[in-house]
């Protein structure tokens, strides 16, 4: 059984926007403090994000396994089987530099397996917008009920794509590119999910094999409860077995048909063979 | 002499923002009624933003020579010499969809030339952040004075690209997006090139040949008078003496400092002879 609830997820990410909404576009949030749990550079605006949510877990004294980008695994009971999946700022780069796309990114799991995940939160850092969804029962931005466009054809949709700092795999979304009717690269890997499970855009493809399951954990259930569908490549069929305690690497394509999904696929399948 | 001030121009600007921001993300907005003096579909969202600035340049009984992406060329004064170029809705597929990156921007000239722009306003229509710019006097968002960044590294940038629905030209941009720190692509010429003048990205780069003056007049301005540099493709040296009536199509780059702008030129250098 899992010992949070939607009502204490959503209080985290509210608490998350509260303290870092005012620090974004700010110099002082891009301060190099450390290095986190993946091995990338932790920001001062990343730690006070994380930190945020670890008060409140001990404030409210709730039992759950913690896994977090900075400070990466902190079991909070010694009996605790919730598992407690946190992405504090995706999108930092935006946040520090001011560009209004990022978000934290929470979601709760009654085991260690990406696919037992069964709450999930999503806010967006600038504006506040709150997207949340429960596994069986639905996805919502802001309360509102949320659905995919039902854009089947690739060359009627609005792609989103990652192609940062991987100039090796450039070559790989470029049919993608030269297909798809609007190319769109936010940088921030929940809301654009998040953007693909409200109708906003049509699918967001990132390809450069470096997404965690804490990157997408929550965005993936509020797409798959939007009608939506959602894909991990270069892995294999237990892909959606694998310990949210594992910081596995994948290339996704979100999608908001099955349709758009398959036509994708059709179009880098030899990459997603290695 | 020009015969519109800041003032006059950012109530357009605000107006627009009254009347369009309701409509953002609403299907009615993206219903076809019509087609555009540069020859493209207009929404009805475009319609409504333009038609709204029309008003008030009747109501108010400004002396000017009106040039807009859907009504054309409006003269409503027969000794009118002051030009007012507006682009009422910059970023229809983003407003229409509700994707939260749209502008209108709007620019007065003393004279039918690119380079008498005299003075810029450029407007968020999600969020009203308003830039602002006056030749030689420097540029502001919402009151506080703007600089772009001092990057001058490729390899250190946040490089805005749009590269939509021109397949044939994709294999043109590809060495910045491989060299680039970080790409961006948000779906808004005047926003996008306001984001390097404010300095939250370092350059936007579009090589599609396909923006008119029109769309960069306003943006041109705020990037010049923050520090950045502004290039046209695809042109020749008299480009910055061409018609405000004429509505010719260019490739454009938009950077932070003059490095990084002769850093992009000698990467793509190959097209710009072209």
Not at 1 to 8: G, N, V
Not at 63 to 82: M, Q, R, S, V, Y
Not at 94 to 102: E, P, Q, T, V
Not at 199 to 228: C, P, Q
């Amino acid at each position: 059984m899992i010992r949070i609830d939607l009502e204490a997820l959503t209080e985290m990410a509210r608490s998350i926007y509260r303290v870092v909404h005012p620090l974004l576009g700010s110099s002082n949030g891009g301060i190099i403090v450390g290095r986190g749990f993946g091995g990338d550079n932790t920001r001062l605006i990343d730690r006070v994000a994380e930190e945020t949510v670890i008060k409140y877990i001990r404030d409210k004294n709730i039992p759950c396994i913690f896994i977090g980008e900075e400070n990466g695994i902190l079991k909070f009971d010694d009996k605790a089987d919730t598992y407690l999946v946190v992405d504090a700022i995706d999108g930092t780069t935006n946040a520090i530099r001011g560009l209004k796309f990022s978000s934290a990114s929470l979601a709760a799991a009654s085991s260690d397996s990406l696919k037992d995940i069964e709450l999930a939160v999503v806010i967006n850092l600038s504006d506040g917008n709150l997207y949340v969804a429960e596994k069986g029962k639905g996805a919502w931005l802001d309360g509102k009920r949320i659905k995919t466009s039902n854009v089947s054809d690739l060359s009627e949709s609005i792609v989103n794509i990652d192609v940062s700092s991987t100039p090796e795999r450039l070559e790989w979304i470029i049919p993608i590119m030269k297909a798809a009717k609007r190319i769109r690269s936010l940088g921030s890997t929940s809301l654009e999910i998040c953007h693909v499970a409200s109708g906003v855009m049509d699918a967001h493809i990132d390809l450069r094999g470096k997404i965690r399951t804490l990157d997408f954990a929550a965005a993936m259930l509020i797409l798959k409860e939007s009608g939506g569908t959602f894909g991990l490549l270069n892995g294999d069929e237990h892909d959606m077995e694998i310990p949210l305690t594992r910081l596995k690497r994948f290339s996704i394509i979100a999608a908001a048909t099955e349709e758009l999904y398959s036509q994708i696929i059709s179009r880098i399948k030899n990459v997603v063979i290695r």
